[in-house]
């Protein structure tokens, strides 16, 4: 299979689960060995085995699906620009700020000292499945129960670790992280998945923007030169597919649970395993 339709199918896969809360690490990496198993992606290719250059296509994608998200909140936006003096709109920039602050902060020391999982479909199956039932049960506990809409400080703590926990543990999902630990604080649906959508914005930025520097600045002589061209056609399928996905997400939480992405979750784990037990 040509380049540019192995590209292009990660970058749909990219941009419908980066903030869905379904991972996605985990589903590139599942769409990785699917299309190497059917031959579509010989074990050598530079998706796959140059890590290197895997991941600045795998972060760099993100970005463009990140930056996708911004004209869904206009509202917030327009505050953030024109109404910047008011208290209020600066207290939830403060805290995004320092969510922000609190994953740039971890990140570094999980860069430095390596403290990650290896993206193999075993981590990541476990990942989901233990997520997936932590949203079912979650859900089942706020039955009934009255939520929120303020950002409380123990929130944005919160949701600043939640993000180096899915950095850590492949599969687990920033945004269902996040999403579950506001919603345990008390956090409505809606809420708390524009706090954990707003985060993440500068958030994956941040990562792609230093994942490019040590790439072109210490560039691994071993691996193979970036395609950008590829790059870019990935990037901006992402953004496109993750405008319609989040769009739909962000009227989906309005009037449902997030029961629906646990059954997935889970779902999806057993399956995996299935794949994993017959080799």
């Known amino acids: ?24 690490t985990g589903h ?17 290719h530079w998706l796959v085995h140059a890590s290197d250059t895997k991941d600045l296509f795998n972060v760099v994608i993100q970005c463009g699906a990140v930056i996708a998200v911004l004209p869904l909140f206009p509202q917030r936006l327009y505050k953030f620009v024109f109404e910047i003096r008011e ?14 602050g609190i994953t740039g902060a971890g990140g570094l020391v999980i860069d430095h000292f390596k403290i990650k999982l290896p993206e193999q479909l075993a981590p990541v199956a476990w990942a989901l499945l233990l997520g997936g039932i932590v949203f079912l049960v979650v859900e089942f506990f706020l039955r009934g129960k009255k939520l929120g809409t303020h950002i409380t400080w123990s929130i944005v703590l919160a949701v600043g670790l939640g993000q180096l926990v899915a950095a850590i543990f492949p599969g687990a999902s920033r945004s269902g992280t996040t999403i579950m630990l506001s919603l345990l604080l008390g956090l409505s649906r809606p809420a708390a998945t524009e706090f954990s959508f707003l985060v993440g914005i500068p958030t994956m930025l941040a990562a792609g923007g ?18 950008w061209n590829l790059v870019l056609l990935a990037t901006v399928v992402a953004a496109v597919v993750s405008f ?17 992405f646990g059954w997935y979750r889970i779902a999806l784990a057993i399956g995996i395993f299935i794949l994993i037990a017959r080799g």
């Open 210 to 227: 230093y994942k490019i520097f040590k790439t072109i600045h210490h560039p691994d002589p071993l691996a193979p030169h970036e395609n």
């Open 244 to 260: 319609i996905a989040v769009k739909w997400l962000l009227r989906y939480v309005q009037t449902h649970t997030f029961n629906a």
């Open 87 to 100: 208290r209020e709109t600066q207290d939830y920039l403060l805290k995004i700020l320092v969510a922000f």
């Open 1 to 24: 299979m040509s380049d540019w339709l192995i590209v292009l199918i990660l970058g749909i896969v990219e941009g419908i689960t980066e903030f869905l809360p379904v991972s996605s």
């Open 28 to 44: 590139l990496l599942i769409a990785e060995r699917i299309m190497t198993n059917l031959g579509w992606l010989a074990p050598n």
